[in-house]
């Protein structure tokens, strides 16, 4: 089972870009597909991101176009760039790693880093 930290979290303006990181270690990072979802109060928790282990990606409606989901295998580590940030992406921002068999929302995942848009 691979353990994954997440990293990059803060206080933006609107408008701003903040770029997360989640580190992986324990296993074959290049085989797992990895995903960012996000909780925000009061909500549950919500896909935000996907980049399988082929390299193919999946962005919910509310990020096209605004965020961007990357990986570098050499270094077992995950990102995503948010640009554009606005006070709706207010959330804690959590990593998921998991086999490609493995059902959806399985896995593992970091303890969150929290992410604040606000003037």
């Not at 919910?60 to 006070?87: A, C, E, H």
């Amino acid at each position: 089972q691979v353990q994954l930290v997440e990293s990059g979290g803060g206080l933006v303006q609107p408008g701003g870009s903040l770029r997360l990181s989640c580190a992986a270690s324990g296993s074959i990072f290049s085989l797992y597909n990895m995903a960012w979802y996000r909780q925000a109060p009061g909500n549950q928790r919500e896909l935000v991101a996907t980049l399988n282990s082929g390299g193919s990606t999946y962005y919910t409606d509310s990020v096209k176009g605004r965020f961007t989901i990357s990986r570098d295998n050499t270094k077992n580590t995950m990102y995503l760039q948010m640009n554009s940030l606005n006070p709706e992406d207010t959330a804690v921002y959590y990593c998921n790693a998991r086999r490609p068999n493995w059902p959806v929302n399985s896995g593992s995942w970091g303890q969150g880093t929290q992410v604040t848009v606000s003037s």
